[in-house]
């Protein structure tokens, strides 16, 4: 048998080495877990770098995470390392900025070292530690110079005080000690004067300076009237005749050193010398005070009484206390019986309380109830999370006030607080919600900061000032309503905002600040040319136009432009009122013609208070024709009538006439020339030199033309019935013959003359005759519809009564009902009612266009639908007075009688 040949095995695969194998020691080829963990930690005591940290974790991660777990942890110290180091920075930046201020808040720097611990600065380490230290110091060096000020300000009490004990002792032992007591004083204002000196005075609170002052005051006071005293009792120990010093032991000290009496014994002899008055026997109660207090006393019992009768007990017991009080203050003054009976009443008040416990009960039976509706609520009822949360509050503080006029009842207790508590989670969701979108709100806000600051930068060297200050008003509108959030996040999140928006606007601030400087140069200009003897108008249009290009450029805010706005006007509206006021001087006085107006609308404005409507017209027609100056006219006629005699008299009418014959002969121009009636020669006048007005009405010996020209709508030249005269042929002749058009500046020739308008007013006499003829409209209005009511009134009372002797007259309807139309209607009321009249009524109401009663609609409805199938038949706008007259026919009803007000009340208008 052959031996098989021998087969050599294939060399194993050698294993792949792993990059990072030579860096970490072998981890990446260790054979076990425990083993790759070791390696790591000896590689990890060497420091590497961060770099080759992330790079191994990288890679380590995927395979191996147990291992991989310290160098993650030690990434996550690096990368807190780095936190710290930003977040210390920014903190002894701080402290830096406290440490330099000239003036250190204590609160200030307590915070400091609040705020840092709690955004996690590392305290502990420099350099913050040596900040915090320096910090303390700087308080602890505050807080004592601000203790010895308190120090200080009982050191000027004692001293005083000590003034004052010298004050009762001997003068000379005070003077003894005046010197002693000098250098404590000096000494005392030598130590406040070193506390105000201190470098760390500045720091010191609000509140101390004005305690030291105030001690140093009173101090310096005391001590000066102290000096003063020893002088005056030094000079009066001397000399007899010398003044006695203030202080009243020193004086009496010296009045018996000079034999004199002391004011004490001066005193004492006069109260003994006055006579002591004679005991006066305690008088009689009278009986008017005893039934005053019986009747007070009656008046409380009755409450209680009533109280107790009707169950109430907490209005019992106010009632019984009052009744105490009064009873204390009155009892010695009533009689037995009554003392009794407020006894009685007061035991039965004490009864009712007994029922307080069973009220209490039904109060807290009924919170229990209402707790447990909350959520039993039907659907689309529901409270929301605020509303809960505030009933359940609300319920909660009822039930403690329950609790405190009654004993607790532990079952109905434990009802009310499970349903609370169920109630409660809707709130807890409400809460939830709020924190979410209070998480959202703070993105939304930081996200707005970061790209207001992206736009600030794009928009840095930009001069569109506008555009600008709309944009950053764009941003302050999208962040104030950027949504809610808590007082801590927003406390957190508004200086960031702050220092970004005053970073965009900042330009804008420089350029509205240079805007300033030169609105306020223009001011003075502005100034300048007001108090200019002469206003120069071209001056002042220039520079308003440079203050309007100005504002145009460079906006500032609205209140503080204005106010520019103004002072910039001022001075010119002041020049131009000064030259106004200069003018108005030489027309101040009214013209003949302005007080004859007034006179007119103070006489319409009576007639307008008396409410008589012929008085009314009759002073509108006088107020028009002082308005046309016809008044003027014909008073200044009658003076020339009169100075001139009876020669003139012709002469003075003849316009009018002439004035006349021309109108009426305007209408028949066309036709036959009239003959002109031969005219007078006038007599010689004397020459008056008069204003040259030579418009119609105002010569003085013209007077205006009476009445108005014509209703409006009227042709000027008589209308079609006027006599106009007959064409020269059918479509030609003089119509088409236009000849001789030379003359076409006599514009006043075509048709009637204009009305004149006379001289125009003053600004009072314009404003009282448009005031009073306003008025007069008004009144004139009033009186109508009131009339207009008292005759509808009467038509329904002559219906009610069936009498045509109470029907009004055709002049009280209105020109709306014809004489015709109110004799059917005198017919149908004089007659028995007959016919029925709810197709008349509806329309009437149709025709008035008013309203239908609603169990009436479908009638008219109906109705409406056969008027349209009846083309030919008038309709009820035609036919309302033959309608009323049917509706008068028959009976009368409240509910027919108001339907036909209703209609007329709009027909007759």
Known sequence: ????????????????????????????????????????????????????????????????????????????????????????????????????????????????????????????????????????????????????????????????????????????DAHAVLEGLRGDVQAW??????????????????????????????????????QVAIAQALAASEDAAAQLPTVPVWADELRVARGLPTEASEAAAASAAA???????????????RNKASNIVRQALERLEKETAEGHGKGSAGAASALRAVLKDHGKLIDAALEHQVHTALVAAGELEGWQRWSADQVREALVGRAEALLNRPEGQALGGRKMQETL??????????????????????????????????????????????????????????????????????????????????????????????????????????EAIAAAAAPLEAAQKASLAVRHAMIEEAKALGAAASLRVDAVKALQQRWQAEAQAVPLDRKHEQKLWDTFR????????????????????????????????????????????????????????????????????????????????????????????????????EQAPAEEAPKPAPAPRKVV???????????????????????????????????????????????????????RGDRGDRGAPREDRGPRLGDTAFRAQREALEHAQLALRKLAAQAHGEALTQLLGAWEQRDPAQLPGTQELGGRVSPAVRGAWSQAIGAAPKGDAATALLRLEMAAEVP???????????????????RNDPSP?????????????????????????????ALLR
Request: proline letters at 6%; hydrophobic letters at 45%.
């Open 1 to 172: 048998m052959s031996e098989a040949p021998e087969v050599n095995p294939a060399p194993a695969k050698a294993q792949e080495v792993h990059p990072l194998d030579a860096l970490t020691g072998g981890a990446f080829s260790a054979p076990t877990s425990g083993e790759r963990s070791s390696r790591i930690r000896e590689w990890l005591a060497g420091n590497p770098a961060e770099s080759q940290l992330q790079e191994v974790f990288k890679e380590l991660s995927v395979r191996d995470k147990g291992a991989a777990r310290p160098v993650r942890e030690r990434l996550d110290e690096l990368k807190r390392a780095k936190g710290q180091e930003v977040i210390a920075a920014e903190w002894a930046e701080k402290a830096q900025a406290l440490l330099s201020a000239s003036r250190l808040n204590i609160a200030d720097a307590m915070a400091w070292q609040r705020d840092a611990a709690k955004a996690g600065a590392p305290l502990s380490r420099e350099p913050l530690s040596v900040l915090k230290v320096q910090l303390a110091d700087r308080v602890k060096v505050i807080e004592d110079l601000q203790h010895r000020v308190q120090v200080q300000r009982e050191a000027a009490v004692l001293l005083a005080q000590r003034i004052e004990v010298l004050s009762t002792k001997p003068w000379r």
């Open 189 to 226: 204002q030598d130590q406040a004067q070193g506390l105000t000196g201190d470098g760390a005075w500045a720091s010191v609170d609000a509140r101390f300076p004005p305690m030291l002052d105030a001690s140093r005051a009173q101090l310096l006071v005391v001590w000066e009237a102290f």
């Open 275 to 289: 006579a002591k008055p004679a005991r006066v026997a305690r008088p009689a109660v009278p009986p008017e005070l």
């Open 393 to 498: 509050r609300a319920l909660r503080d009822q039930w403690k006030q329950t609790d405190q006029g009654g004993a607790p009842n532990h079952a109905l207790w434990k009802r009310f607080d499970e349903a609370c508590n169920e109630a409660h989670k809707v709130v807890e969701v409400w809460l939830e919600k709020i924190k979410t979108d209070a998480a959202e709100h703070k993105a939304q806000r930081l996200a707005l900061i970061e790209e207001l600051k992206a736009w600030a930068a794009a928009h840095a060297a930009s001069t569109d000032w506008k555009a600008i200050n709309r944009a950053l008003y764009q941003f302050s509108d999208r962040w104030r309503d950027a949504g809610h959030l808590g007082e801590k996040a927003f406390a957190e999140i508004q200086p960031l905002w702050k």
């Open 570 to 669: 001022k001075p010119i509206d002041e020049a131009f009122n000064r030259k106004s006021a200069e003018r108005e001087k030489a027309s101040a006085a009214l013209s003949e013609r302005d007080k004859v107006v007034l006179d007119a609308a103070k006489a319409l404005e009576a007639a307008n208070a008396s409410g008589d409507a012929q008085k009314i017209r009759a002073a509108m027609a006088a107020l028009d024709a002082a308005l046309r100056g016809q008044a003027q006219a014909q008073q200044a006629v009658a003076a020339a009538v009169a100075a001139e005699g009876a020669e003139a008299a012709p002469a003075a009418e003849a316009p009018v006439v002439a004035a006349a014959e021309g109108d009426a002969a305007e209408g028949t121009a």
């Open 689 to 743: 030199a008069v204003r040259g007005d030579d418009r119609p009405g105002m010569k003085k010996a013209e007077p205006a033309p009476a009445g108005r020209p014509g209703r409006p709508g009227e042709r000027r030249d008589g209308g079609r019935d006027g006599a106009r005269g007959p064409r020269d042929d059918a479509r030609g002749g003089p119509r088409f013959d236009r000849g001789d058009r030379g003359d």
């Open 852 to 870: 239908t009663p609603a169990e009436h609609i479908n009638a008219r409805r109906t109705l409406q639908l056969q008027l349209l199938t009846r």
């Open 877 to 905: 706008q035609q036919t309302w007075g033959q309608d009323a007259a049917t509706v008068l026919a028959s009976a009368s009803d409240p509910a027919t009688a108001r339907r036909l007000q209703n209609a007329l009340k």
